[in-house]
């Protein structure tokens, strides 16, 4: 049986089980947009995507968005930013953690069904 997840109990799970949902999130919508902007081939695609997907442009896209987030969203980024993590392979501790931030949100908005709001965050977030 699946829990429902809402504003009571979403805190209650862990901020880096909603990064990594985010981060699935995050990636569909870079790849749609994209396909929806380009012609590329799926290798093409899928190398060009990566450049958006990977911690150094999810900090800048953090630091550009973070003055748009009210303060249940930015209590989830501060949280997972400030979680305890492992040393990222590709990346530095700091656009890691604000990576990681990034992530939150978007897997916090999702997982609420807050459809609009995650559009628009994301819309903001894409720095070309």
Not at 15 to 39: C, M, Q, W, Y
Not at 41 to 49: C, G, P
Not at 78 to 84: I, L, Q
């Amino acid at each position: 049986m699946m829990n429902e997840i809402n504003e009571k109990n979403i805190i209650e799970y862990s901020p880096i089980s909603l990064a990594l949902v985010g981060d699935g999130v995050h990636t569909l919508f870079v790849r749609e947009k994209l396909l929806r902007e380009t012609n590329l081939s799926h290798f093409n695609l899928h190398v060009e995507a990566s450049k958006f997907c990977r911690a150094s442009y999810q900090s800048k896209a953090f630091d550009k968005i973070f003055e748009m987030l009210n303060e249940d969203e930015k209590a989830v980024a501060m949280r997972a930013r400030n979680h305890k993590s492992h040393n990222a392979k590709n990346s530095s501790p700091h656009d890691y953690k604000k990576a990681t931030a990034f992530e939150a949100i978007i897997g916090y908005l999702y997982l609420l069904k807050r459809e609009e709001r995650l559009k628009e965050i994301l819309d903001n977030s894409f720095i070309d």
